[in-house]
């Protein structure tokens, strides 16, 4: 693509992958529960939230939804974005971003993935915030999740179109929202 270039200037191209995306989802039941499960590629005991890698093309609300009914065969929907992290030199030495969004339970029964999941419960909030199996910062995250969504503050997700002169393509904007509707 850069060939054509002169051989005295430094082609600014980024490599071809360098970022992935994951999502996880911090599904909430009727009781107050949140859905926990234990991945299968992990050495040591754990707790952590349903989750993985969004595929090209998708969405990432629809892909929240599609790895927490793989994994746990829950089915859920969006309520909002909780947060994301940034982090560097991860998986083949990329970068990483992960998404965590507050989902609904649409339903309670557990069918877990033989793929991927060792074990999937629901778990009361104040046992997984105090698990010693799961990490310092689920538990922070989870916490403040908690507190957010009680102060009725979310982070919305819209779908938008978007004209440009480089055509029209559809964008997802996060948006700040509250309890008054701003």
């Known amino acids: 693509m850069y060939k054509w270039l002169p051989a005295d200037i430094q ?23 949140l859905l926990a ?16 890698y969004v595929e090209r093309g998708e969405d990432i609300t629809n892909a929240a939804k599609r790895e927490v009914f793989e994994e746990t065969g829950v089915k859920s929907e969006f309520e909002s ?17 992960y998404m965590l969004l507050m989902m609904k339970a649409l ?5 877990l993935s033989q793929r991927e999941v060792n074990a999937c419960k629901w ?11 799961v990490h310092d910062l689920n538990k922070y995250i989870v916490k403040e999740a908690l507190r957010y969504k009680k102060e009725n503050v979310a982070l919305d997700i819209h779908k938008k179109t978007m004209v440009s002169p ?17």
């Open 11 to 33: 082609p600014n191209l980024p490599p071809a992958c360098h970022t992935n995306l994951g999502v996880g989802a911090l599904v909430l039941n009727d009781k107050d529960q």
């Open 166 to 182: 480089l055509g029209v393509r559809e964008i997802n904007l996060m948006l700040l929202k509250n309890g008054r509707g701003k």
């Open 81 to 97: 974005l909780i947060t994301f992290r940034h982090t560097h030199n991860m998986m083949y030495g990329n970068s990483d971003i």
């Open 107 to 111: 339903s309670r029964d557990i069918v």
């Open 123 to 133: 778990m009361d909030v104040a046992e997984y915030t105090t698990h010693p199996h």
């Open 37 to 52: 499960v234990s991945e299968k590629n992990y050495n040591y005991p754990h707790w952590k939230l349903p989750g993985g």
